[in-house]
């Protein structure tokens, strides 16, 4: 039954992200983005020694360990960090925070999709300059009045990273504009940019667990950004929500930063195998953007995506596809185990494109 009309008017309606499957059968599973690999082993030493005893009693609403480690981490102040429900609440509440503007929030056409549905939610309006042929951002679109920036970097799903003279080209023309650089694929790609927090006071730079650091499920992301950013943006999810963060996810997510050694490793793993998947696709005649992601954007002259899609998901093999007419012959693959790839490999080396 539909919602009355006199109900309706005072709805918030809005048309909400549609996240990847997560089917509960066993399937190879390279359609989220998600790491191969588990955490860091004082993870789950964390984990053995929480006590349910304690569950009785909130978590620290300052998330005070997990800062601390960010902080000790990558060399900023405690009050340079903001940690959230994965960088997904961050952004959100980024977008809240900072986006009050009558002019258009800037970011690309091709990018992360959940940009369109918090910007239609908390209602800021937007405009989407497209990517060029290549898929690249053109940074002169930015040159304009607007009344905020965000882009990804790498930018999602064409995965390709741009080099912090792109992202400092973007901060000197918008000083007066928040520039907000989500990182979600940062640690697979090359520098940061929150090297330029302290020079740019409009710069806010987000990142995440749930790649890099294989811990999608805890949900843990951050934003850094000036003591004074962060204060506002502090402001508004105590106006939301005290707790965001659970006991686990603050002890979890700590001991996760706390071990470099463990999480270059990991990296080194996921990059050595996203190269020999290049060579490989390229050995099959895919075409693909240059990733400096945990994913692969690739096509194939040949094939339709739509098609190959669905025939690899039949397989047991997902991926990410969307019927978006700029990217639709296009498919995302999440960089997974060498033998995860080895048997996407084996399917594509056996596909033959048939009508049904
Ligand atoms: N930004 C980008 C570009 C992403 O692809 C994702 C993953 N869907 C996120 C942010 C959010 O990730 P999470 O909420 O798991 O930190």
Request: charged fraction near 30%; hydrophobic fraction near 35%; proline fraction near 6%.
């Amino acid at each position: 039954m539909a919602v009355r009309e006199e109900l309706l008017k005072n709805i918030r309606t809005v048309e909400p992200y549609v996240p990847g499957e997560q089917p509960q059968e066993k399937v190879i599973k390279l359609n989220t983005n998600e790491n191969p690999y588990p955490p860091a082993p004082g993870v789950k030493k964390e984990l053995d020694s929480l006590d349910p005893a304690d569950f009785r009693l909130y978590p620290d609403p300052a998330s005070g360990v997990l800062v601390k480690a960010l902080a000790e981490n990558y060399g900023v102040r405690e009050d340079q960090i903001f940690v959230g429900v994965g960088s997904d609440d961050v952004l959100s509440l980024c977008f809240l925070t900072f986006f009050n503007s009558e002019k258009p929030v800037l970011f690309p056409d091709i990018t992360y999709s959940f940009y369109k549905v918090w910007a239609q939610l908390y209602r800021i309006p937007y405009e989407c300059p497209p990517l060029d042929r290549d898929f690249r951002i053109v940074r002169t679109d930015y040159y304009r009045e607007n009344g905020g920036i965000i882009f990804p970097n790498p930018n999602a799903p064409t995965a390709i990273y741009e080099g912090l003279d792109f992202v400092e080209d973007i901060l000197r023309h918008n000083r007066d504009s928040i520039v907000i650089v989500d990182e979600a694929y940062v640690d697979f790609a090359g520098e940061s940019a929150m090297g330029l927090i302290g020079k740019y006071d409009n710069l806010i730079v987000t990142q995440t667990f749930s790649k890099s650091r294989s811990m999608a499920g805890m949900r843990i992301g951050y934003a850094v950004s000036s003591p004074d950013l962060i204060r506002c943006l502090n402001d508004v999810k105590y106006s939301f929500n005290s707790y965001t963060m659970s006991r686990a996810a603050l002890v979890c997510g700590a001991a996760a930063v706390r071990d470099r050694d463990y999480f270059e490793e990991n990296i080194k793993k996921i990059k050595e195998t996203r190269e020999r998947a290049k060579r490989e696709l390229s050995g099959l005649g895919f075409e693909f953007t240059d990733s400096g992601a945990n994913f692969l954007f690739v096509r194939h002259p040949e094939y339709d995506g739509t098609r190959l899609f669905t025939r690899l998901k039949e397989a047991g093999i997902y991926v990410r596809h969307w019927e978006d007419e700029r990217i639709r012959q296009y498919l995302r693959i999440t960089v997974g185990t060498d033998e995860e790839m080895e048997k996407l490999f084996e399917f594509l080396r056996d596909y033959e494109e048939t009508e049904t």
